[in-house]
Nanobody, 122 residues
Framework: QVQLVESGGGLVQAGGSLRLSCAAS????????MGWYRQAPGKQRELVAA???????NYADSVKGRFTISRDNAKNMLFLQMNSLKPEDTAVYYC????????????????WGQGTQVTVSS
């Protein structure tokens, strides 16, 4: 059974920091591309940051220079360090796994966590 469990969200003042974590199980983490997405009320879900199995990263323009995505393949963990937070960063943040075909995974499959709320007050 695949599980992606996010943690680390909360309420923070503008200019503050939070670190999100995602614990993955049931996937072949080391070969999966991983990402953080967010969805604000009334808006579509959007990519915040992504990291390939090899460690290459890309970021939404709105978070470049403020957020850092990282992964620990030994612990099957994904992280998002968020600094200089702004009220417009307020959203539910979701962990995403892009599992390629391998072993018991016959097809490329994407999985989502349940989300963690981040609220930035002005």
């Amino acid at each position: 059974q695949v599980q992606l469990v996010e943690s680390g969200g909360g309420l923070v003042q503008a200019g503050g920091s939070l670190r999100l974590s995602c614990a993955a199980s049931g996937i072949i983490f080391s070969i999966s591309a991983m990402g953080w997405y967010r969805q604000a009320p009334g808006k579509q879900r959007e990519l915040v940051a992504a990291i390939s199995s090899g460690g290459s990263t890309n970021y939404a323009d709105s978070v470049k220079g403020r957020f850092t995505i990282s992964r620990d393949n030994a612990k099957n963990m994904l992280f998002l360090q968020m600094n200089s937070l702004k009220p417009e960063d307020t959203a539910v943040y979701y962990c995403n796994a892009d599992q390629p075909p391998s072993g018991s995974f016959y097809y490329r499959t994407r999985y989502w966590g349940q989300g963690t709320q981040v609220t930035v007050s002005s």
